[in-house]
């Protein structure tokens, strides 16, 4: 193993805490880790062959190890999540959310900020809101701000030194900070914070605002912003009664997470919930598998690259736990400026809440990764818990016999891979040894298949299966013994009662008729059987084509043919003379095929 050649290096590796970066042959950064102890975490990988499809695929490209020492494991995970970022190493998770939907930004890096759309955050100071579903909601939100705030929507350099205010002003869609007279820098504070109060989905903060600058307005006898105040009460009252939104009381400010981990890949569903109200929905998720990784991993990496450019609430609810919990909550409170816990309910309304997130996240993985695809693999992953499988049975080999009364026995092998038969791969076999008994023959045909295999170093399968019950198992078994192969798992199938057979269970297992993994065994089995059952067909075909005349040497099936045309059948044949066999196929056969006639009864 290349990692290996590395093992000087990582004994001599720090106890500190850091980043490690390893690197292929070609110089590119294909993996960046975090550790408590540097050395002791390296040294892990040491050993770590064999474990999971993700990590050799790793150790096998691994050339070159780098490492990076920090003050505290909150510092590597800090300098861990730049490095993926910028670097984009192939084997560490890669998560990309819905960009197809525009946000809104309020630019409060500027002195006067102003609400514009945006097609992605970005770490430049700005307030970011979104995304916004469907994407022209996005800009009747903007103009939303304008009508009810005064936010400017201009792109002049704002002094408060203009003479008079612009037609925004004066349709009611700007409070004019360009005139200092008019507006002040304070006022218009106010009106920014207003306005992200409502981009926040914080609806029931503003209300208490504006009804209080509303009564404040009108006990100073300043009727006119009095009434503008009321006027944006009244439409911020109707959204928040308009608005078609999960909402419970007591949820507070909080992030909920959902995620659904297949083969196929990830897909995670955050959904924003402020005052109790869920604001916006956000889809994070990946455009391949992602092998051998676990759900506090992923969490992990999810809560990462999510709060990269966003600032995270008091409390972010997950569905288990991600790895290096308390660091990621110590990285999240530095960054929001406030305590973040990461909380997994157990109970109640907020594991509710996250298991409809979860529900969410399970419908976003079929839609992205196709309904069809993920059914199969659900199958596979039902297969794999059912059967107590190592991994995921992506290739199958499936095995069947067809006989009648012994005569003509031969074999098929159909292939499944990732859900999906393999017709390039299926194979069929004449069974060598004339016998009535379909354990033999299934000792025989499991016996050659993978003595060849052996020879060619070729794919093993995940998992073998038997068109039979617990005698057809026990034969298979034996003959994977007698090569050594063991260790591949094989079940058999019943038909009629459709029961598994397994080597490990006394009893067999029996799935629900629509369990997706009765179902994908059924449809395989079925493939053998169909296979299995051609196949038979076309050698009693040939057994029925055959006549004497076979035996004759020197007639071949072109010959045959033609002495049949000619002559009309065998017997024909046999009364013909010899000049007028001679007149069809030659002095010399017409002689042999006579002898031949001879020497018979």
């Known amino acids: ?7 000087e290096q990582i ?9 490690y970066l390893y690197f292929n042959e070609g110089g590119d950064t294909i993996y960046v880790g975090k550790a408590r102890v540097l050395r002791d975490r390296v040294r892990n990988y040491l050993g770590a062959y064999g474990s999971n499809p993700k990590t050799d695929a790793l150790l096998d490209e691994v050339v070159r190890l780098e490492v990076i020492v920090t003050d505290s494991v909150v510092e590597a995970l800090a300098l861990e999540n730049n490095l993926i970022k910028q670097r984009s190493p192939r084997y560490n998770i890669l998560l990309r959310d819905d960009k197809n939907y525009p946000f809104l930004q309020l630019t409060t890096n500027e002195a006067f900020p102003r609400v514009l759309v945006a097609r992605g955050v970005q770490r430049d100071g700005s307030f970011y809101a979104g995304p916004f579903m469907p994407a022209h909601f996005a800009r009747k939100t903007m103009s939303l701000t304008h009508r009810l705030f005064g936010m400017r929507s201009c792109n002049e350099v704002i002094t408060g030194k203009r003479d008079r205010p612009c037609l925004e002003y004066d349709i009611k869609r700007c409070i004019a900070p360009c005139v200092d007279t008019i507006c002040t820098e304070a006022d218009y504070g106010r009106a920014v914070d207003d306005a992200r109060l409502f981009l926040e989905g914080k609806n029931d903060e503003l209300v208490k605002t ?37 909402a419970t009381t007591q949820l507070g400010h909080r992030d909920v997470f959902g995620l659904k981990l297949g083969p196929a890949g990830v897909a995670v ?8 109200r869920v604001v916006e929905r956000v889809e994070l998720g990946t455009e391949e598998p992602i092998v051998g990784s676990s759900e506090g991993e992923v969490l992990e990496a999810a809560i990462q690259q999510f709060y990269e450019l966003r600032s995270a609430p008091a409390e972010v609810h997950v569905p288990a736990d991600p790895d290096e919990q308390e660091a990621l909550e110590t990285w999240l409170s530095s960054r ?10 157990q109970r109640g309304e907020k594991r509710g809440f996250v298991d409809l997130a979860n529900r969410n996240a399970a419908i976003a993985y079929q839609t992205r990764f196709n309904q069809t695809q993920t059914a199969q693999y659900d199958a596979l992953e039902t297969l794999q818990q059912v059967l107590a499988l190592p991994s995921l049975p992506r290739r199958i080999e499936c095995f069947d016999i067809s006989t009648i009364q ?67 198992l026990s034969a298979a078994y034996a003959a994977l013994e007698s090569l050594g192969l063991a260790n591949l798992v094989a079940v058999g199938i019943a038909k009629k009662e459709e029961l598994i057979y397994t080597r490990e269970h006394r009893d067999p297992i029996a799935l629900a008729a629509h369990d997706p993994a009765l179902l994908l065994i059924q449809r395989i089995r079925d493939e053998a059987h169909r296979f299995a059952v051609t196949f038979h067909r076309q050698a009693r075909s040939m057994r029925d084509l055959r006549s004497d005349l076979d035996e004759v040497s020197g007639v071949g099936s072109r010959r045959r043919k033609t002495l049949l045309t000619t002559f009309g059948s065998v017997a024909g044949v046999r009364r013909a003379t010899r000049e007028e066999l001679a007149a069809v196929v030659g002095a010399k056969t017409a002689d042999a095929v006579l002898a031949f006639f001879a020497s018979r009864p």
């Open 1 to 7: 193993m290349p990692i290996h050649e590395l093992k």
């Open 11 to 19: 004994g001599r590796l720090p106890e500190q805490p850091g980043v």
């Open 210 to 246: 504006l009804r209080a600058r509303m009564q404040a307005a009108a006990d100073g006898e300043r009727f006119e912003e009095a009434a503008q105040a009321r006027d944006a009460l009244r439409t911020v009252q109707t959204l928040h009664d308009r608005q078609q939104k999960m």
């Open 269 to 276: 569903q955050v959904f924003q919930v402020r005052s109790g």
């Open 336 to 345: 929001a400026g406030h305590r973040v816990r990461i909380v997994v309910p």
């Open 406 to 472: 012994g005569s003509e026995t031969v074999a098929s092998m159909v292939v499944c891979e990732e859900g999906r038969m393999r017709r390039s791969e299926y194979r069929k076999f004449r069974i060598r040894n004339s016998t009535q008994d379909d354990f033999a023959a299934m000792h025989e045909v499991v016996l050659r298949r993978y003595r060849k295999l052996l020879e060619l170093g070729g794919l093993f399968p995940d998992l073998v299966l038997i068109d039979g019950g617990k005698g057809q």
